[in-house]
């Protein structure tokens, strides 16, 4: 959950680094560091941002270089728990993303033959492992060719030594994605800090090791050299830049229309199998977001097909694994969430087929399952995930229709119009309600309760308001206790099967006291009386005005957020791919 980048070429590697983990930040931003090889290594770490601390790091000095911004797991965000970590002798650094499991045994052995440790880190560990193995073997290649099979857990690792002109990398159940440019290259957790070099890259496997030298890379797999293939990556320099507008979020909100298009169009009977689209049972496991674009796809599917869908939240799968045959369907726009990536595995080992649906190429999840649907949502920066989620849906329909041997109507097609749309709507008096409320809550019905818990979630990470989404017959059975005139109901009143008894529940809140906020038909005078603000969206079929108001509740969370002076792109303790159980 960490990001890392390492540069060998012919360039001052220190600015390379320091800019790429500003694009990295989104995995993590407690701290910081970076160690080059200069005229010997050099080290620069802090606790805080990079962007308010880089004026050092930048300085350093040499060509070969690895950089961390970090996402506390093992030791509180200090200096000393920075990466990188140093040996004994401070003559090896390394930077990781992921966990050590088995560090607690491996400390108390290396300690016991002498070795001084001064962060609380897992990573620690590695780089004493290094240093016993460089000081008797001499060939830093080696060196971390011994060590990884001593490792239990995920990592990315990447090391440099004095005097050594190479970068030593591995890879297991970490991404880790080596860029080619002219004369130099780059290895990083993904392609965000590489765009701007290079366009090729190659993503290392599990059990990989490789040694990366000004103009070469050789990979290792169990001592033996492998190939990895060269990819192109259609990810443009634009995409991932901020390009005017206050925030990444903001950005991505408003990159929706052109990601729901590329998607809709891009998911198709050949980019769907076989084994897909004639499935015996299906069940879904996700996150936090993902998960809630499960549970609209369980609404459509068994809506439109009859199928039932059986839907799981990842982190519970491993412990309390369901009965479960048939298709299996793993959502996350990472493709690299530990937990959604171990519920995978089990899948296969009860003869599951599996799909994977994820934003990222060559992530770990598009390399596990038996299939995987791309979506086409470009880079997504900032941590709450906005353009992904549009996307998942975009996939997860065009699955409905596949299954259901339905065409792609021209509702859906021209469906990124209607966000284009509801873009420009003013929430300014919603956004005070919101502001000055301590507990929101959210009610809808069918997949509007989906959107709900999807508007709360966005609400809670950005605007750190606590916000519920509840299926809005459950409010009475316990949280009506909890409304007053100060705690705001947003209410998803849209045309459909459940008007009339929404139009009941909206009533039962205001007779609670609460002010209600409705989300509703346009033109829909019934529920304008009746509510305290309304927000009118377009009249479609539901399935976009599922889309259109998940946008409303997006951008009624930014403004909120902004409102209140949140850092928006990287709310307090979260991260955006959470590569630990
Ligand atoms: C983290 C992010 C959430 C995301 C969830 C699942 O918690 O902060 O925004 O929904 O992980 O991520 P995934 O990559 O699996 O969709």
Known sequence: MCGIVGYVGRREAAPLIVEGLKKLEYRG???FGVATIGKSLELDKHKGRISENARSAIRLKGKIGIGHTRWATHGIPNDVNAHPHLDCSGKIAVVHNGIIENYAELKRQLKASGHTFSSDTDTEVVVHLIEEEYGTKKDLLLAVQTVVPKLEGSYALLVIA???EQMIVARNASPLVIGIGD????AASDMTPILE???RAMFLEDGDVAAISRGEVTIFNKGTVVKRPLELIDWSLEDVKKGGFAHYMLKEIYEQPQAFYNTIRAVNPETVSEFVRHPTSITVVACGSSYHAGLIF???LEESCRVPVRLEFASEFKYYPPPIEGLVIGITQSGETADTLTALKQAKTHNCKTLAITNILGSSVSRLADATIFMRAGPEISVAATKSFIAQLAVLMQIVNNISGTKCNDMLLHAHQAIEEILLIDLADAVTVCTSAKDIFYVGRGPFYAVALEGALKMKE???IHAEGYAAGELKHGPFALLSSETPVIALCTPGDTYGVMISNI???????????AIGGEGDSELLDIVDIFIPIPKT????QVLTSLVVLQLLAYHTAVALGRDVDKPRNLAKSVTVE
């Open 162 to 164: 004095d005097k050594e």
């Open 197 to 199: 070099h290079t366009e």
């Open 541 to 544: 079929t539901p399935f976009v």
């Open 298 to 300: 369980k609404y459509l």
């Open 183 to 186: 004369g130099e290259i780059f």
């Open 29 to 31: 931003y407690d701290s």
């Open 507 to 517: 009533k039962e809140m205001k007779a609670r006291g609460a002010p209600v906020i």
């Open 462 to 464: 950005i605007s750190y």
